[in-house]
């Protein structure tokens, strides 16, 4: 049995043990759990960043994963969702009017989504290479219009709003970030349950058919062009629910927001989480927003360590780490990972040690070029190190190598292992 | 509504200096099963890339139960009756062989790009692919990925892709290419059953199974029709032998 | 607009131009050979810089116009050898998005090592003078320098492509994908040597670039989208496709810069001196906006257009 027959076999209907309702469950119990392990102003804040993020991801994702196209300007509709929510809450408050604002976001992402008809339209002429170039000319065309409109986009710094303008609704006053958590939350499920469903139907199977074959979809009567308009419109609605709700977690909207490094924290996210589990991207998020938040105190390299991690991703583990953890999971099932778990053990170990090197060496090359007016000295992994000295850097490129030319010999060995289990390669059964 | 189901009258398609289809006459009756032949390079896969919509013949016309479509895209193609399976197996490699043929039932249900209910409560839908499955024999591979599909397997999906939209006439591309014998005589019974009562055109080479299927043989050389008849009709015809056998005992060497 | 700026204009331009095309053929080259479309190419023409502005501190300009580029063309190899040939396999949205993140790599490592702001890269002494007059002003000799650089690569690129057999199947593979399995059992060879070359081009262009534009980590990611616009519109796989989009972005940029007009200008010619209220702010805008706030806008604008209506480009045969 391939992984692919794994994979497939799990989404059998009626030999699943678990009912499909159990994994939303956990979610919104989950959703219900966080705020209360980590309370706090700063940590409910990150939570939030992380759902908005986590939604944008999962938006991308009916692109890249559900309709195989590479969008290099998605942050875009994020962007554009998130002004036109925070100039509606500035004018209906002008205005007097009262308007709930968790709903706000309603608003950002039904204009994304007739925007993203439009672009979409434009766009989805041809999949591949020049959905992607036309997306990047998009983007690039409506980034550049902010510095011609500074009445919509602001000025450098950006639009501002005061989210408690509107007034309270649903018991809330909206001034702590623990309400904010609520509408997130409230939001990720609906955009969560909304994309499942969105993969359940007529058009996201098409969506998926377009991934595979776009012409074939052609010769069965439907239009290739017109399923990539509606999953880049519905893609676009969504990211203008988490660009509102980001506009609203920050009180204020930037440029920063609609440009190109946006669009690529969101494809990295995406990827990196994977794109072929519905949640994998919603991982990405979580993982890549966690490294952004906490990693970026604790090191100058943590964009690094970022862009580093994509392309092992992209070379080792092409489905993402949900990839990772749903092909383990099948291999547990199958009874199938005992037999394995010595030689996953040492590669795992060297592979630590070899990252251990990678980072000092990162480390130490920050701190003797971008860093050095802080001084040579400086702990990494607990070890006292010298940005000038040869025995630091010598360590640092030991492990580094070390350990990654010991592991080369265990990998092919576990490959061996695997052909002999069954896992990979050969024939179906 | 015309008795025929496909008429092509002189058809035309060059690329570049090059004349690939050189005034082709063609007709396909309604519920006739019609073989293409012709050696290699005569312009049998371009003339279903011309029919199918694939590409745009140079000049000529082709109608479908006498409404004109060259021309038109391949889904308006699709919508006028025609549908087609390829040479090179084109299924979606990376979706179960059910969602496979989900997709390809979709238009003709009325479907098409809804999002109002999920696929498992369409029961129309449910109800043909399970009656497809059962005619592909495919049944017990419905959540395998197509990509996991024996050879003959994935030819019978790419059968009935072609099949399952519902077209009443259907062009299939050397639909046994790369098969072995007993393999050949299986998809040949098979693709019999499921084209019964369609008109049929089809590209193929083995002589065995297009004197016995076939109702009518047309023969592409150099981009022209230069005979069309009964299996009968065309074996003894001299032009035939010359051109395409070339000897006049070519069956038996073959 | 004077007759001297107009002149000192179409200079700059064909001079933009040109250095445009150094890097957009290299592109153009690795594209054909492997349908990547490179996103690190910006990165190493901006690695080309860095390592002209090292070099030419330790042993000159000149010493360094030929060190660099070769470094960054081994750079290019190994990362075709070790990188993207690993991940071939899974298709071209693995290659792409492999590329993607090396330039993402890249432009962090630059700041690692020479730090965040731009670098003191300037015009080596020897060529710091003033080529000639023209209506009283002077053209620095750099420039002209710059000029007979890609002129002179230009010369030795197409002596390479046209009396080698390697350069022969490369070139034919332009128009001809298919020629590329001619090749035989060398094709891995051969694309990590043009990798190379398509890297050491780039290379080159950073080192005569480096002191006339600014050399800053910034400088690969503002490039890189002006490349893709570049191949695009002259149609993917064309060089000379390439070379004639190459030209028009140099006009492109370099007159929108000169070019001293604004809506509000044109409007005041037709008597029309302020901004009709009634019409709200975006109008008021609209009015102010000046031929250099759309000069960055246009190449986009033309590479929307382009791939709308004319999806094979300029030249391109491959739609």
Redesign the interface.
Known sequence: M?M??I???R???GQTLLPATLPWAAVIAVLFILPLAFPGTAMVSTLNYLGTMAIFALSYNVLLGQTGLLSLGHATFFGLGGFIATHALLGMAEAGWAFPLPLLPLIGGLGAFVLGIFGGWLASGKGGMPFAMITLGLSELVYAAAAIFPSIYGSEEGVSMDRMELGSSFGMDYGSATDIYVIVAVWFVICAAGLK??T???????A??V???A?????????AR??RM?TYAIAAGVAGIAGSLAAINFEIITVIELGAATSTLVLLMTYIGGTRVFFGPVLGAVVIGLMKVWLSDLTPAWMLYFGLLFIFVVMVAPGGLAGILVGAGAMIRAGRLGPQLPLLAAIGGLGLLSLAGVIMLIELGYRAGLDAALGSQIRILGLPMDAHGLNSWGLAALLALGGALSIRPLLSRLETLQHRLGLKGGD?A | MSANAIEIRDLRKSFGPVDIIRGVNLELRAGERHALIGPNGAGKSTLFHLI?G?LRPTSGKILLHGQEIQGK???RI??AGL??S?QIT???????VL?NL???V???LG??????????R?RDVEAECTRLLEELRLTHRR???A???SYPEQRALELG?AVA?GADTLLLDEPMAGMSHSETAAALELIMAVTEGRSLLMVEHDMGVIFEMADRISVLVYGEVIATGTPEEIRANPAVQEAYLGTPNAEEAA | MGLDVLSFSILNSVLYGMLLFLLASGLTLIFSMMGVLNFAHASFFMVGAYLGYELSKDIGFFPALVLAPLIVGVLGALVERYGLRRVHRFGHLGELLFTFGLAFVIEEAVQMIWGRSSQNFGVPAALDFTAFELFGTGYPAFRVFMLVVAVAVFAGLWLLLTKTRVGLIVKASLTHPEMVSMLGHNVPMVFMAVFGVGSALAGIAGVIAGPVLVTQPSMAASLGPILFVIVVVGGLGSLSGAFIASLIIGFIQTFAVAIDLSVRDVFGWLGVSEAPTFLGPVFTDAWGVSVAQLGPVIPYLLLVVMLIFRPAGLVGKRG
């Open positions: 391939t692919n027959a994979e497939t076999a989404s059998r209907p469903y969105f359940t139907t007529p058009l996201g199977l098409l998926n058919a991934r595979d074959n012409e074939r979809v052609e010769f069965l009567g439907f239009s017109r399923v509606w179906p | 199918s694939r895209p391949p889904a699709v919508h549908s087609r390829f084109n299924i979606f490699p990376e979706m179960t969602e989900r997709c390809a979709l238009w003709k479907h098409r790009y809804s999002v109002l209910r999920p696929l498992g369409l959540t395998s990925r990509d996991s599909l892709l939209s």
